[in-house]
T-cell receptor, first 109, second 112 residues
Framework: GQNIDQPTEMTATEGAIVQINCTYQ??????LFWYQQHAGEAPTFLSY????GLEEKGRFSSFLSRSKGYSYLLLKELQMKDSASYLC??????????FGAGTTVTVRA | NAGVTQTPKFRVLKTGQSMTLLCAQD?????MYWYRQDPGMGLRLIHY???????AKGEVPDGYNVSRLNKREFSLRLESAAPSQTSVYFC???????????FGPGTRLTVT
C-alpha cells in the first residue's frame, strides 16, 4: 500500500514563510504533486516534481528528495488568501495518484 | 472551456436509494477518476478509467459502479446508498503526457 504523511495543521503570520513537509513510502514513484484546496472547493494543481531538487513558481516552491522519500512545499510572503489545505500526492507506476490527508494552513493577520 | 463539470452539486438520499453522479470534461483527456473525500482521510480513489470503454477499481470501490460513457463522460452509480457513503465526491481527468489531474467542483452527498 501507499503511505503518505503530512502535518495536519499549521499556522503562520501574514508575510511570513511556511514549509509543509511530506514523507512517502509507496510501491512505485513517478512524480510528486502538490495541490491547494480552499474550503468547499475543488483541489487545484500547484506543482510537480519528478527529479530531485527545487522547483520555483512565484511565491511557491517545491522540493523533492527521492532517496529520502521526502518533499516540501514552501510558501513565501504569505497572504490571507493562502489559507487553505495543501495536499501532497504521489504518482505511482501508472496513472493513479495517492493523496496524503492534507495540511490545513491558517494565515493570521 | 468549462474544464470538468459534475452534476448534481448537492443531494440527500435515504438509505437504500440509488443515484448516478455525472462527470464531463472538455479537455480531450484520456484518463478520468472518481474520488471521495472525508474529513481527516484525504482523497481516496474509488474507480478510474484509462480510456473510452475501460474502467478499473481504485482503493475503495465497494458499493460503487462506474461507466465510461464516451471520452468526455464518466458516471458513478450508487445502487443502494448507505450512511457510510456520505461524503464529497470529486471527479478528475488527466492527459497521458503530464498526468496533472484537473478536478470538478464536487458533489456533496448525504445519506440518511
Amino acid at each position: 500500500g501507499q503511505n503518505i504523511d503530512q502535518p495536519t495543521e499549521m499556522t503562520a503570520t501574514e508575510g511570513a514563510i511556511v514549509q509543509i513537509n511530506c514523507t512517502y513510502q509507496t510501491s512505485g514513484f513517478n512524480g510528486l504533486f502538490w495541490y491547494q484546496q480552499h474550503a468547499g472547493e475543488a483541489p487545484t494543481f500547484l506543482s510537480y516534481n519528478v527529479l530531485d531538487g527545487l522547483e520555483e513558481k512565484g511565491r511557491f516552491s517545491s522540493f523533492l528528495s527521492r532517496s529520502k522519500g521526502y518533499s516540501y512545499l514552501l510558501l513565501k510572503e504569505l497572504q490571507m488568501k493562502d489559507s487553505a489545505s495543501y495536499l501532497c500526492a504521489v504518482r505511482d507506476g501508472d496513472y493513479k495518484l495517492s493523496f496524503g490527508a492534507g495540511t490545513t494552513v491558517t494565515v493570521r493577520a | 472551456n468549462a474544464g470538468v463539470t459534475q452534476t448534481p452539486k448537492f443531494r440527500v438520499l435515504k438509505t437504500g436509494q440509488s443515484m448516478t453522479l455525472l462527470c464531463a470534461q472538455d479537455m480531450n483527456h484520456e484518463y478520468m477518476y472518481w474520488y471521495r473525500q472525508d474529513p481527516g482521510m484525504g482523497l481516496r480513489l474509488i474507480h478510474y478509467s484509462v480510456g473510452e470503454g475501460t474502467t478499473a477499481k481504485g482503493e475503495v470501490p465497494d458499493g460503487y459502479n462506474v461507466s465510461r460513457l464516451n471520452k468526455r463522460e464518466f458516471s458513478l452509480r450508487l445502487e443502494s446508498a448507505a450512511p457510510s457513503q456520505t461524503s464529497v465526491y470529486f471527479c478528475a481527468s488527466s492527459d497521458g503526457e503530464h498526468y496533472e489531474q484537473y478536478f470538478g467542483p464536487g458533489t456533496r452527498l448525504t445519506v440518511t
